[in-house]
């Protein structure tokens, strides 16, 4: 019986700088007097994040979620929207205060992405956008669903706060679709504490997103559009300016552990690693294990509590399912038996302990608790002994 930890381990910890570095930049700041609305610090992390994302246009908001909400009221959408229900509340929450209807499509089991193979049976007349989502880092089938939308003439919209810096095929992901959502929030990959983005190729949807985010004030005096107050503030624009540097050892770190992670997951039976598709460059994002319930011979829920004995605190992202919520359930697309996949999945996955701090032995002790837990264990291991002796 292995030993819990002595401390807990929790399923991330958010990237953050030097106290030193962040009191430099709030210095900086204090002495400029300028402290939010487009200053010195959000224009500097404008451009180096278009950089880093290598996308034409980039607007900065207050978090992903208005940064979502925003974005889909700038694109004047009406009716219903196809996306996912295997997501954070946030997407779907940002339809609500649109006044659009979800439509939830089934899900890629491999990917746990929206099914590009389902989206076209559910498009309707009043259907104007999709709305996908490239859960956990993986990138959804772009091409596919961007063939679907020049088809049908649909706006597509990707809520991509798991996949900073991810491309395809070497394309950057926040180029694909109309607009991606970015979140910086503190448990993503990069975090400006709260904070979030916007990437788009029209310039001109590009002013319309600056303009919603400020109270849709063209001047002082000149109100052009029904806005929010969304802008992202000095301070946490600077704090962005130094995590985003420690972004890229972050990654490197990341990937030592997914390596460990792999390695010693493999041949546990019942658990699949999630996060490791080709063709992609990985956000490094979460961690995610599937448990098959049969092979494993526990279920998820069951390893998600004894893994608390052992002081590791995972969690079930995404569950429960969006399409599950009471507000929901009158809906056609959403009722469980036309969501198989992502009834199945929701039941399954596990995102377990994943940030650069995490240390490898850390991470091969918990590859060997998920060894020790598993049903058949003991039997095997007595096996193997009784073998020894003979
Ligand atoms: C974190 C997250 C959001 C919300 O972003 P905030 O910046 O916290 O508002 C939206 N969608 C997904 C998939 C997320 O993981």
């Not at 056609?332 to 009834?343: M, R, T, V």
Request: net charge negative; charged share 25%; with cysteine.
């Amino acid at each position: 019986m292995l030993s819990p930890f002595k401390d807990p381990i929790y399923v991330t910890r958010p990237l953050l700088p030097d106290a030193q570095k962040v009191n430099q930049k709030i210095n900086e700041i204090w002495k400029s007097k300028w402290v939010t609305n487009n200053g010195q610090q959000h224009k500097e992390l404008e451009i180096q994040l278009q950089e880093y994302l290598n996308v034409d246009h980039i607007s900065l908001f207050n978090n992903g979620t208005l940064a979502l909400l925003l974005g889909l009221k700038a694109l004047n959408l009406k009716g219903e929207v196809i996306t996912t229900p295997f997501t954070f509340p946030a997407t779907v929450q940002a339809l609500d205060w649109n006044g659009l209807t979800p439509v939830f499509c089934d899900i890629d089991s491999n990917t746990l992405n929206i099914d590009a193979n389902k989206i076209e049976a559910l498009i309707t007349e009043n259907t104007s956008a999709i709305l996908g989502v490239h859960v956990f880092g993986n990138p959804c089938d772009v091409y596919k669903i961007n063939e679907i939308a020049e088809k049908y003439n649909l706006k597509v919209i990707y809520d991509g706060a798991h996949v900073f810096g991810t491309t395809v095929d070497g394309k950057p992901i926040g180029s694909f679709g109309d607009m991606t959502m970015f979140s910086f929030h503190a448990t993503k990959l990069f975090n400006t504490v709260e904070g979030g983005a916007l990437t788009v190729n029209d310039k001109n949807l590009h002013q319309k997103l600056n303009l919603l985010k400020n109270f849709g004030l063209a001047s002082p005096e000149d109100v052009v559009l029904s806005g929010l107050n969304a802008k992202m503030n000095e301070v946490q624009a600077g704090i962005g300016l130094e995590v985003l540097k420690l972004v890229d050892e972050e990654r490197l770190k990341r990937d030592k552990i997914k390596q460990t992670y792999e390695r010693k997951l493999a041949g546990i039976p019942g658990i699949r690693v999630l996060t490791t598709l080709q063709n992609e460059c990985s956000s490094y994002q979460y961690f995610v294990i599937e448990i098959d319930r049969e092979k494993y011979g526990r279920s998820r829920d069951w390893v998600h509590e004894e893994l608390n004995k052992y002081n590791v605190f995972t969690r079930k992202y995404f569950y429960p399912l969006c399409s599950d919520f009471e507000w929901y359930k009158h809906l056609e697309s959403a009722q469980p038996k036309n969501l198989p996949k992502a009834q199945k999945s929701v039941n399954q996955v596990l995102s377990i302990p994943f940030y650069g701090e995490l240390e490898l032995e850390s991470a091969e002790k918990i590859c060997a608790i998920l060894k020790e837990i598993h049903v058949g264990f003991l039997e095997e291991t007595e096996y193997q002994l009784g073998g020894d002796i003979l």
